[in-house]
């Protein structure tokens, strides 16, 4: 990221992919101010400025003058999608877009350009099929949940804003997702592939995300939908192939999908997560004239087991 100067508004800032963004623009010179549930603060130039992700407030003030506005709220789904909580998926996807589309549309001098994420859920379970930005959407509850959020962003009438979707795909960090919790299993023998093993995995470094938000901020010519992941996915079997080569652990027994359901209900997860699949295409960041620093998937949990 070049250095420069400005003001990021950081939208549900708090997790594990805000945090980094947090601390690379303010590295690169940027103030940043993070629109989080928690209580506001002040440290050095990265202010908390409480919201509620529904709702107008003080905050809206924050807004004025930024040079970019990222959006990253909403409930994690890395919980039982029951009706309920894929509800409350959805809600809090959808409510903040619009909350901060009313906020925008109020603002005397908004943000330059508008960065939403969204998810490569979009696409639902499609197989082997190779998925571009143009592919049609998923018909499963998390395609579903992501052309709603889509939707509401794409609704909003914003003229003098540059508009953005990036939609990530399987976030490989030291600190959040789950490539920890891989590791723990993988180190204690239990680093089979999830079911048939035979599921694409479309994933992308922490660092690398990064830099397509810090690309889609400092470059005019960013706009429109992008799949935010690595030139390689691989299937799940490789993918646990390549973590257990550089974790130092032997072959492993696959785990049956029903174990892979009843075992991720137990620690609180989903179990689709990890059996569906979905081979998506980075063509277009590449054509964006965006350079992976981790291409391979080799390369990048070698640098991350280093430092866990």
Not at 45 to 52: A, E, K, T
Not at 194 to 222: E, K, N, T
Not at 229 to 250: G, K, S, Y
């Amino acid at each position: 990221m070049s250095n420069t100067s400005g003001k990021i508004i950081l939208a549900g800032g708090s997790g594990f992919i805000g945090q980094a963004l947090t601390a690379a623009f303010l590295s690169a010179g940027y103030s940043v101010v993070v629109l989080s549930r928690q209580p506001g603060s002040v440290s050095g130039n990265r202010m908390l400025v409480q919201w509620d992700g529904r709702t107008s407030g003080t905050w809206e003030q924050a807004l004025n003058g930024a040079s970019a506005l990222i959006n990253l709220s909403g409930r994690s789904v890395n919980c039982p999608h029951t009706a309920k909580n894929l509800l409350e998926i959805r809600d809090s996807r959808t409510g903040s877009v619009q909350a901060l589309a009313s906020a925008m549309a109020r603002a005397s001098k908004p943000p330059q350009v508008w960065i939403q994420a969204s998810a490569i859920g979009f696409y639902g379970d499609t197989g082997d099929r190779l998925n571009s930005e143009t592919s049609p959407p998923g018909a499963d509850s998390l395609a579903s949940v992501c052309q709603d959020w889509e939707g509401a962003f794409n609704a909003v009438q914003l003229s003098a804003t540059r508009r953005v979707i990036l939609r990530l795909g399987f976030v490989l960090g030291r600190n959040g997702g789950a490539l920890p919790i891989l590791m723990r299993m993988t180190r204690c023998f239990l680093g089979g592939a999830a079911g048939s093993g035979r599921q694409y995995v479309s994933w992308i470094h922490l660092a690398d995300v990064v830099g397509a938000f810090a690309q889609a901020v400092q470059q005019p010519a960013f706009s429109g939908t992008y799949n935010v992941v690595a030139p390689e996915p691989v299937t799940n079997r490789d993918f646990m192939r390549v973590l257990r080569q550089v974790l130092h652990r032997p072959w492993s027994p696959p785990a049956p999908a029903l174990a892979v359901r009843w075992g991720a209900r137990l620690m609180g997860s989903e179990g689709s997560l990890a059996l569906v699949s979905q081979r998506c295409s980075a063509q277009k960041l590449l054509d964006a004239g965006f350079s992976f620093q981790f291409p391979r998937l080799d390369m990048a949990l070698g640098n991350l087991c280093r430092s866990i």
